[in-house]
């Protein structure tokens, strides 16, 4: 199954020690304002994400920005797993199409403004980044400027310091360049190099990932067990709250949810507390549960152990029969609650229900 994973990445250039915008996963990438070299890849492969496991928190459904100041290596990510949209007006991309135009190798056009973004197959590189990567969209690393909307070469004189001749410069022209005339060698300042380089908009980078079950499994596993990066139940937090801002359904999500709220912590105190990450989420649902996807609230029926009463009060009577018996489904239920589904009007959702014991017996065994 397909799941998106949208990376904006600024590395701080160890030339110049301004933010630069990286363009692609790629090994190395040219400063944007002093041309340097820059070490790329030992950033992305093995300082970004600190000490956490890089795969397995892409393969959750995250969002948050993660920033290591000062020294080399610094850099600002920003990350989200919310469905991908066209950098330009903000349309959503539909994941096949761009699965389809990594396939077919051309660039992804957007449907509602025309705006192309490149496309590149997961190659060595991508592959190291992510194993289960399929490409990725937008990576403009050593792409020239037809691919991207950014146009034109502008062109501008500047005088030699030396002999006061015209040069013509373009975006090619090196920072040090020779006097035609006097051979002399001038080094732009940083006005005009700022001129013919300007600052580049940090651009998404969508990450298209090929994912089954079992991965995404292992990384609530893994945020269930590993103690150091409890700092990252806020990247639960700002994922949540962005989805119920722009709710959305695919298979990787319900995936996700599934997995996410069957997670039972253990009592050590020390790990990621996923009994409040809960709380956070249904109380972000109960905000408008009637019109939320019918697949996200069958979902939450089935698969949730720790349903607020008041939620399950609302799911027990929900108009679709579908959510009634996915919910009829779950062992974890309010013993009321089952009562109720057992008197369902569907036979259906009455005999999921009349599965689970009930009063007396339920006491001595449940
Ligand atoms: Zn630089
Ligand atoms: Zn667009
Ligand atoms: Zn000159």
């Known amino acids: ?24 996963i790629v090994d190395f990438d040219t400063c944007q304002n002093c041309g340097k070299s820059i070490n790329v890849r030992s950033i992305l492969n093995e300082r970004m994400f600190g000490m956490m496991d890089r795969v397995k928190y892409i393969n959750g459904f995250l969002a948050g920005s993660i920033e290591q100041m000062g020294g080399t290596g610094a850099y600002k990510l920003l990350y989200t797993s919310m469905p991908p949209e066209c950098e330009e007006c903000r349309v959503l991309l539909d994941e096949s199409m761009l699965i389809k135009a990594i396939e077919e190798n051309k660039p ?29 969209i937008n990576d403009s690393h050593g792409k020239d400027d037809n691919e991207k909307n950014t146009d034109k070469t502008e062109m501008f004189v500047f005088k030699c310091m030396t002999c006061g001749a015209g040069l013509e410069l373009t975006n090619d022209t090196k920072r040090t360049t020779k006097c035609n005339y006097c051979d002399n060698e001038n080094y732009l300042p940083d006005s005009i190099w700022t001129k013919l380089h300007p600052n580049k908009e940090v651009q998404p980078l969508f990450l298209m990932l090929d994912l089954v079950e079992n991965d995404i499994k292992e990384t609530i596993d893994y945020f ?14 700002n994922f949540i709250c962005s989805y119920f801002e722009k709710p959305f359904v695919n ?3 319900l995936i996700w949810l599934k997995c996410f709220l069957s997670a039972k912590n253990d009592k050590s105190g020390f790990n990621m507390d996923f009994e409040k990450l809960h709380k956070f989420f249904y109380d972000n649902l109960i905000l408008g549960l009637e019109n939320h996807p019918v697949e996200l609230k069958m979902t939450v029926a089935e698969y949730g152990y720790n349903i607020p009463v008041v939620i399950q009060e609302k799911l027990s009577t929900d108009n679709n029969d579908s959510v009634r018996c996915a919910f009829a489904k779950n062992g974890n239920l309010d013993k009321n609650i089952y009562k109720k589904l057992q008197q369902d009007k569907n036979e259906d959702v009455a005999a999921e229900a009349k599965k689970h ?7 001595l065994f449940g």
Request: aromatic share 8%.
């Open 1 to 24: 199954m397909i799941k998106t994973s949208t990376f904006q990445i600024q590395i701080v250039c160890p030339g110049c020690n301004s933010y630069h915008a990286v363009s692609g």
């Open 108 to 136: 992804v056009v957007c449907p509602s403004c025309n705006h192309k973004m490149p496309v590149r197959k997961a190659d060595a590189e991508i592959k190291e980044f992510h194993p289960k990567a399929v490409g990725v």
């Open 224 to 237: 269930l067990r590993v103690t150091a990066i409890r700092v990252y139940s806020k990247h639960f937090e």
């Open 251 to 253: 298979e990787s999500l």
């Open 357 to 363: 014991k009930t009063g007396f017996l339920k006491s």
